[in-house]
């Protein structure tokens, strides 16, 4: 499998001159097929909970054409990048029928993308299926976009469990009255009576400073429909059969605890871009936290959370197919080799800066961001070259998102690295995409006043009605 439409980026990351940015290869692809005359429309629809469904329309070349191939490549990218975009359990395919069909075996069991069709099914709990039709029975789209947050009134909980602490705060009208951070261990821990028990105890202590209870929100790392855990890495080390009896139902159990108030769980990347949206007072905010993974959510349009699932670790970005591989997923090319302490890791050796092995991911990018303090000029290239991949990830990002804000955070953007990273995106957009430089507002918040809006955003979640 390879990509018929090679295009070199204008400004081509200095430590990594083989990065072929998806954005550009798409475009390149598309104004290839329109100007061969021999097309064919294609539109991809992926189903979700509740019947949730969104809609994908392009085009592809025509049954017959000489480069019918090329769309082999085109389509399946697209595809694995919707999927961890949007979710969904079901895949409907409407075009020509090759590649319905080159969709449907490489997502069958023992296919190139089994690991994302298991993944899916776990999240939807239901079997993975694609299915092909004709193009003009390819279900409109019909999205469950729902007002999330900006709740302030009464005394609440906003609770934000990350993977090495845990934080609350006591928010009483918008105002957090008492926070606290505590270390916790939860990704090395399987007994899920520990996870109960932390949570519950914050919950307690924040409830110990206000009069009343009247909502909680939590802003978590991972997958939760309806307020049950689908998916988190916060939980990986718990047995699947206690994760099923104890975890899935963790928040739903930890309210009935708390009296039964109201309670909404939202995931932490959403949380982040509606802390971002509360705080520019604005919309269309697309946040994406580098840190051990890349981690996203966005507000759309009319200030809602979407349900979109925003995994967009998972999404390709580089279409070179050499690129390092995701050990997760077993796919190249993903954001969360280019948007991650694994980013910094990966570049380091191009940039002729040992690592010691022995060092966890952690210890590698503090070592990584300390000669970048002493003026090493190794080190401002990666920050330069994780830039570029952002600036071209954004224009691919624009495809599927409506943006007008995109928020990065994250402990990769901590000090003059983010400033960096920040300046050759905008670099990038202006060069190759100046309609999106136009069109886009990149931030980097600071990371204090961003731990106090999380917490009230997450407060902020949950109705009271």
């Known amino acids: 499998m390879s990509f018929n439409f090679d295009v070199k980026p204008s400004i081509v990351p200095i430590l990594d001159k083989a990065f072929r940015p998806a954005s550009l290869q798409n475009r390149a692809f598309i104004q290839a097929v329109e100007k061969s005359g021999n097309l064919a429309p294609l539109a991809i629809a992926l189903e979700r909970g509740d019947g949730l469904v969104t809609t994908y329309k392009t085009v592809v070349f025509a049954e017959g054409s000489e480069n019918f191939d090329a769309n082999l490549f085109y389509t399946e990218r697209l595809v694995?990048?919707?999927?961890?975009?949007?979710?969904?359990?079901?895949?409907i395919v409407g075009g020509p029928k090759g590649i319905g069909e080159y969709i449907k075996n490489i997502y069958a069991p023992g296919?190139?993308?089994?690991?994302?069709?298991?993944?899916?099914?776990?999240?939807?709990?239901?079997?993975?299926t694609v299915e092909i039709v004709e193009y003009d029975q390819v279900p409109e789209s019909k999205e469950g976009a729902k007002p999330v947050g900006?709740?302030?009134k009464g005394c609440r909980i906003g609770f934000d469990a990350g993977g090495s602490d845990r934080k609350v705060s006591a928010v009483i009208d918008g105002e957090a009255v008492y926070s606290e951070e505590v270390i916790w261990h939860p990704k090395v821990t399987g007994d899920p009576d520990y996870h109960y028990n932390e949570?519950?105890?914050?919950?307690?202590?924040?409830?110990?400073?206000?009069?009343?209870?009247?909502?909680?929100?939590?802003?978590?790392?991972?997958?939760?429909?309806?307020?049950?855990?689908?998916?988190?890495?916060?939980?990986?080390?718990?047995?699947e059969d206690l994760f099923d009896k104890k975890i899935k139902d963790i928040f739903l159990n930890i309210q009935k605890d708390m009296g039964g108030v109201p309670l909404e769980v939202a995931n932490d990347g959403d949380v982040t871009a509606l802390a971002g949206a509360m705080d520019l007072n604005d919309s269309k905010v697309l946040g994406i936290a580098m840190g051990t993974s890349e981690a996203a959510g966005y507000v759309d349009a009319n200030g809602n959370i979407t349900g979109w699932l925003n995994e967009l670790a998972f999404a390709p970005v580089d279409f070179n197919i050499k690129a390092m591989v995701d050990e997760w997923s077993g796919d190249f090319g993903c954001g969360v080799k280019y948007f991650s302490q694994d980013a910094v890791i990966k570049l380091a050796p191009?940039?002729?800066?040992?690592?010691?092995?022995?060092?966890?991911?952690?210890?590698?990018?503090?070592?990584?961001?300390?000669?970048?303090?002493?003026?090493?000029?190794?080190?401002?290239?990666?920050?330069?070259?994780?830039?570029?991949?952002?600036?071209?990830?954004?224009?691919?990002?624009?495809?599927f998102y409506d943006i007008k804000h995109i928020l990065i955070l994250g402990r990769v953007t901590s000090g003059e690295g983010g400033n960096i990273i920040?300046?050759?995106?905008?670099?990038?957009?202006?060069?190759?995409?100046p309609e999106l430089a136009k069109q886009i507002n990149l931030h980097l918040p600071d990371e204090s006043?961003?731990?106090?809006?999380q917490s009230i955003a997450a407060a902020s979640l949950?109705?009271?009605k």
Request: no cysteine; aromatic share 10%.
């Open 462 to 464: 949950p109705e009271i």
């Open 422 to 433: 920040l300046s050759k995106a905008r670099e990038v957009l202006e060069a190759d995409f």
């Open 111 to 128: 296919g190139l993308r089994e690991f994302d069709a298991k993944f899916m099914s776990r999240v939807y709990e239901k079997s993975f």
């Open 150 to 152: 900006r709740h302030l």
């Open 350 to 399: 191009a940039a002729g800066i040992e690592l010691d092995e022995k060092l966890t991911p952690a210890e590698k990018l503090k070592i990584v961001q300390n000669l970048h303090t002493q003026g090493d000029q190794r080190a401002e290239k990666i920050f330069e070259t994780i830039g570029i991949y952002l600036g071209y990830a954004l224009g691919h990002y624009a495809d």
């Open 449 to 453: 006043n961003r731990r106090v809006g």
């Open 199 to 239: 949570i519950l105890t914050a919950m307690k202590t924040a409830a110990s400073h206000m009069p009343r209870v009247d909502a909680i929100g939590v802003s978590s790392a991972g997958i939760y429909i309806n307020n049950r855990v689908m998916v988190a890495s916060l939980f990986i080390k718990v047995p």
């Open 80 to 91: 694995k990048t919707l999927l961890w975009v949007v979710g969904g359990w079901k895949v």
